[in-house]
């Protein structure tokens, strides 16, 4: 229902007449993703740029069946926000974990998103997340507990990660969802 998303900007490229060290390239991608903010999120209890005509088309199976979501975010603030914006619904509930390798550039651009959406939650305590190993199980835990706090009574956990992108709508995941009645949909191997 998700698929892996990879984007290069054309900005940080480092073929043409425009060849940048991989330095200069970071740099460059970290003043982009602060001036890009801007145009994601204003605060003072509104928000713009997050699909706003979409929820005027939720329907009540959608929400009367709450989804909750973790992200976590390593990388790429403009993919993890189209990817906001792809299933962002004011009645689902979400989670992100931002890697405590991530630039602060991206961390404080993740800040100012999550600040104006009031069910997004932020895991206050970054994990150091390296991939293929346990650590990547402690943030979806600690975002399971914090969403589980929450007063929203969610009827599926969907774990993401910042390079994902949804195949399916909202609407379709909850159609789905719903014939599995409460039970999971986790493929795994047995090795002796």
């Known amino acids: 229902m998700f698929r892996a998303l990879t984007t290069r900007h054309p900005q940080t490229t480092t073929s043409g007449?425009?060849?940048?060290n991989k330095r200069q390239a970071t740099?460059?991608?970290?003043?982009?993703?602060?001036?890009?903010?801007?145009?994601?999120?204003?605060c003072g209890g509104k928000t713009s740029n997050l699909n706003q005509e979409v929820f005027s088309t939720v329907s009540q199976?959608?929400?009367?069946?709450?989804l909750a979501f973790s992200l976590l975010?390593?990388?790429?603030?403009?993919?993890v926000v189209r990817l906001l914006r792809a299933?962002?619904?004011?009645?689902?509930?979400?989670c992100v974990h931002v890697d405590r390798k991530s630039n602060e550039a991206l961390q404080a651009s993740l800040?100012?998103?999550?600040?104006?959406?009031?069910?997004?939650?932020?895991?206050?305590?970054?994990?150091?997340?390296?991939w293929g190993s346990v650590t990547t199980l402690e943030p979806e835990l600690e975002c399971m507990?914090?969403?589980?706090?929450?007063?929203?009574k969610w009827r599926y956990f969907i774990n993401l990660t910042g390079q994902e992108f949804p195949l399916k709508t909202n609407k379709e995941l909850v159609h789905i969802l719903k014939t599995f009645r409460g039970a999971n949909d986790i493929r795994g191997t047995h090795n002796p």
């Open 17 to 20: 007449f425009h060849r940048l």
């Open 27 to 42: 740099q460059r991608t970290e003043v982009r993703e602060m001036e890009n903010m801007a145009m994601y999120c204003v």
């Open 61 to 66: 199976e959608e929400t009367g069946f709450p």
């Open 73 to 79: 975010v390593y990388r790429d603030v403009d993919q």
């Open 87 to 94: 299933i962002y619904r004011p009645h689902n509930l979400y």
């Open 111 to 130: 800040r100012m998103v999550i600040a104006c959406l009031p069910n997004v939650l932020l895991v206050p305590r970054a994990i150091n997340v390296t």
């Open 145 to 152: 507990r914090l969403l589980w706090k929450q007063r929203v």
